[in-house]
Nanobody, 113 residues
Framework: QVQLMESGGGLVQAGGSVRLSCVAS????????MGWYRQAPGKQRELVAS???????NYADSVKGRFTISRGSAKNTVVLQMNSLKPEDTAVYYC???????WGQGTQVTVSS
């Protein structure tokens, strides 16, 4: 397993931006893929964005063109830049890792209208 720790999040107005960071306990190049899920109250957890060890990215349709996932300057960090935020983006955002697996504790993002 890999340990993950998120930072960032908070309260922002609609149209604003938030940057989330996820620090892994090992270099991300030894992890098959990392990314972010989110879960809003009363809804299922959904995949927001992912990035593979080779750099390939994938996004949910609802965030394409607004969110960008990338590797951070540190070799064990993945960043989710969220722009043009909407109230429907309000959720707890979880960093995850796949092979080896791991989950962060979650960070709240609240977008006010």
């Amino acid at each position: 397993q890999v340990q993950l720790m998120e930072s960032g999040g908070g309260l922002v107005q609609a149209g604003g931006s938030v940057r989330l960071s996820c620090v892994a306990s090992r270099t991300i190049f030894t992890i098959n893929a990392m990314g972010w899920y989110r879960q809003a109250p009363g809804k299922q957890r959904e995949l927001v964005a992912s990035i593979t060890h080779s750099g390939a990215t994938n996004y949910a349709d609802s965030v394409k063109g607004r969110f960008t996932i990338s590797r951070g300057s540190a070799k064990n960090t993945v960043v989710l830049q969220m722009n043009s935020l909407k109230p429907e983006d309000t959720a707890v955002y979880y960093c995850y890792a796949d092979r080896p697996s791991g989950w962060g504790q979650g960070t709240q993002v609240t977008v006010s209208s």
